[in-house]
């Protein structure tokens, strides 16, 4: 047996209010989540962007250093290496264009998923997108050496 909190009276334990007062014993209900702010979509927008721009810098690149590579080996088998140099240059020039832009999107992506900005969806891409941009890169700073 409990008694109320407010007016005395005997309860039932599990009565979620007074009948005698109208005293509420219920967990005050936590506030829902507010919706984030439509102003910080631009975090999770601006890390997509970032990094499909950086996937696609890479992947166009990538086409060509296959290209390339296969040339310089060609070449290197009759002597030659002037197309080793160019491949490994043009390697490291993608490589670091890709990294301005696959590392800021990256960033972002995580930023705004700590802080349940909006655009979960979008950060969680950008995200995955940055990853795979990342893998890239290295192998074109591989490719670099
Ligand atoms: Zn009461």
């Known amino acids: ?18 009948p005698q007062c ?9 506030p829902a989540t507010p919706a984030a702010p439509s102003g910080s979509l631009w975090m999770a927008i601006t890390a997509l962007t970032l ?7 890479l992947l166009s690149t990538a086409g060509d250093m296959d290209t390339l590579s296969k ?18 240059e043009s390697a490291a020039d993608s490589a670091v264009g890709g990294l301005v832009l696959a590392l800021p ?16 969806g979008m950060a969680i891409a ?3 997108i940055s990853a795979i941009n990342l893998l890239l890169i290295l192998g074109l700073f591989g490719l670099a050496q």
């Open 1 to 18: 047996m409990m008694y109320c909190r407010s007016c005395g009276k005997p309860l039932h334990e599990s009565a979620p209010f007074c």
């Open 22 to 30: 109208g005293y509420s014993f219920a967990a005050p209900t936590l």
């Open 51 to 57: 990094s499909i721009l950086a996937l696609l810098i």
């Open 71 to 88: 040339l310089s080996e060609l070449e290197s088998a009759f002597g030659g290496h002037s197309l080793k140099r160019k491949l490994a």
């Open 126 to 128: 950008a995200v995955v």
């Open 105 to 120: 999107g990256g960033i972002f992506g995580v930023i705004s998923l700590a802080q349940k900005r909006g655009g979960r």
